[in-house]
């Protein structure tokens, strides 16, 4: 997790990867047409090491426009060019601020391993 600088919570834990029209609804620019989220988990392997799993907050709009998946595998470069060509722009979001907006938007959040702190 990195850092942000919140203007509401000062330094603060990250959430980096959240598509871009869920950041543009917290911040109000989208009228709340955010009711749902997909976590997309991308695992990442190199050779047959699993190095990490990126967790990514996907719309439920984006998640079926571009009829995602909630799981992808990257096992080599290619994986990861074929997955940058459809995969929704992302950006990061201050955790704080991202829990307050989840919760007070009562949004349903699928897939992953929900962990609620
Ligand atoms: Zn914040």
Redesign the pocket.
């Known amino acids: 997790m990195g850092l942000a600088l ?1 203007r ?2 000062g330094e ?1 834990g990250i959430v980096p990867d959240i598509s871009i029209d869920i950041c543009r609804d917290q911040s109000g620019e989208n009228n709340n047409n955010v009711n749902e989220i997909c976590i997309v988990c991308v695992k990442v392997f190199d050779g047959g090491e699993h190095l990490f799993d990126q967790k990514n907050y996907i719309s439920k709009n984006v998640f079926d426009q571009v009829g995602m998946q909630f799981e992808y595998v990257i096992r080599s470069d290619e994986d990861e060019e074929k997955l940058n060509a459809f995969f929704p722009e992302t950006s990061g979001m ?1 955790a ?2 991202f829990k307050e907006y989840i919760s007070s938007r009562n949004i349903k959040l699928y897939g992953g391993d929900i962990a609620r702190e």
Request: net charge neutral; aromatic share 0%.
């Open positions: 919140c509401k919570h603060t201050c704080e601020c």
